[in-house]
């Protein structure tokens, strides 16, 4: 049976997967406002301009269940915390781009690969270890992260008008780490809240109703 700490902590697991997510989407929610400045910096067309953000949807795609396996297998907080130096990585790298393939690379495939790791695959997983009760509550949470890292776009636009679209890449590069790695480590825990039906909940209610008629039937 679980304790009341143990049962209050899911909570935190929540907070840290809210951030993950928020973090994690940032990067493909601002390629919106990179995309324009990339296109006139270098001059290339919009069409292979555009591939850089199809690669990365097709990296994060294949790789999802390769993170959906990681994390049955390693401890979540060494897959979050991977995925976002990953995502971190690649995004500060981009910073430095100077070629069409590079940005392929690095945001595409790096940065997609790094996403599945801190998106919905293992943020969802870990969740639902936690949340036994209020489980569509915890994932109508994580739902509002996605939409949340849609304001990151404002931002970001703002810092490439004043300083450069590198200046904004490498910036979010090192953001990312810097919040998700710390958060996963110290806060996520391996040892899960244990299901245990609330006194008077309608569970409790339903669970004692059958014990009686089995009871009854004896």
């Known amino acids: 049976m679980a304790s009341t700490h143990n049962v209050s902590y899911r909570w935190v697991i929540l907070s840290v997967g809210f951030t993950s997510i928020i973090c994690g989407y940032i990067c493909r929610n601002t390629f919106s406002v990179f995309y324009p400045a990339i296109v006139e910096g270098f001059g290339w067309t919009r069409g292979n301009t555009g591939l850089i953000f199809s690669v990365n949807s097709l ?13 049955d297998r390693l401890p979540p907080r060494y897959v979050l915390a991977g995925g976002a130096t990953l995502v971190g990585t690649g995004m500060a790298l981009c910073s430095t781009a100077t070629a069409l393939w590079q940005f392929v690379v690095l945001y595409g495939v790096v940065v997609g690969m790094g996403l599945s790791l801190i998106g919905w695959a293992p943020v969802s ?24 890292s849609y304001l990151s776009a404002y931002a ?3 810092v490439i008008a004043h300083m450069g679209w ?4 490498a910036a979010i590069g090192a953001l990312i780490p810097l919040v998700v790695v710390p958060i996963s480590l110290v806060l996520v825990r391996r040892e899960v809240c244990r299901y245990r039906p609330v006194y008077g909940s309608r569970i409790s209610r339903r669970t004692s109703s059958a ?3 089995g009871h009854a039937l004896a």
């Open 59 to 71: 990296a994060y795609g294949l790789s999802a269940p390769i993170a959906g396996a990681l994390t």
């Open 125 to 148: 997983t870990l969740v639902a270890r936690w949340f036994h009760e209020r489980r569509a509550l915890a994932f109508g949470v994580l739902g509002a992260a996605t939409g949340m």
């Open 156 to 158: 970001a636009q703002q």
């Open 166 to 169: 590198d200046t904004a890449y």
């Open 211 to 213: 014990i009686n008629h």
